[in-house]
Every structure is written in C-alpha cells, then in structure tokens.
C-alpha cells in the first residue's frame, strides 16, 4: 500500500509560480510512475503532467510546468511557473506502476488528497 501527499498549493497572482510537492510513503514500487491532474470546479479531471521513464505534458501547460523527481525522497514535483487564471485547480498526484500509459486517471493506482491552487487575474 502507498500512501500519497500533495502539498505546496496555495494562491498566487498571474504569471507567478509555484511548486508542488507529491510523496509517496509505504510500500513503493522498484519502478513507477507518478502523474499531476487538476479539477476546476464544474470541469472533469484532467491529465496535467506525468513522469516515468520519460516525462509527458499536456499542451495547455507544455514550456510552462515541469515534472521533475528524488528518487532518494520518493518525491515527485511540479514546477508551475507563468501561471494563468485557467491553472486554477485542486491538483492531485497519483502513483502507478511502470510502465504504460500515464496520461489517464484510470491508470493510476493511488492517488492524494488534492492541492489547491488558485491563479488571481
């Protein structure tokens, strides 16, 4: 079993940054993959950004966020810079096994709590 926590949300004007921090406790696999989604209010769930073997963006935050990763912390980050009122989100990390697909929520085995960030215009 692994547990998972989100932390680092929080509100922010347009065009700052923040960071994300997701770490995973418990039992951790040899190889796995960890994945940001984010829900706006009245919105499904969206893919934001996984890492694996390689890392995969969705268009809309592609050159502005980025995943990165200490394997020796069992920590997966997300750095948000040029933030926009349209990043405004509860983001959630989740963690599943490697390899395969990491761009949809039901391939994740588990997942946080959730973290807000909201992006004031």
């Known amino acids: 079993q692994v547990q998972v926590v989100e932390s680092g949300g929080g509100l922010v004007q347009t065009g700052g940054s923040l960071r994300l921090s997701c770490a995973a406790s418990?039992?951790?696999?040899?190889?796995?993959?960890t994945g940001w989604f984010r829900q706006a209010p009245g919105k499904e769930r969206e893919f934001v950004a996984a890492?694996?073997?390689?890392?995969y963006y969705a268009d809309s935050v592609k050159g502005r966020f980025t995943i990165s990763r200490d394997n020796a912390k069992n920590t997966v980050y997300l750095q948000m810079n040029s933030l926009i009122p349209e990043d405004t989100a509860v983001y959630y990390c989740?963690?599943?096994?490697?390899?395969?697909?990491?761009?949809?929520?039901?391939?994740?085995?588990?997942w946080g709590q959730g973290t807000q960030v909201t992006v004031s215009s």
């Open positions: 418990g039992r951790t696999f040899r190889r796995y993959a």
């Open positions: 890492i694996g073997v390689s890392t």
């Open positions: 989740a963690v599943k096994e490697s390899t395969g697909g990491l761009t949809r929520a039901y391939e994740y085995d588990y």
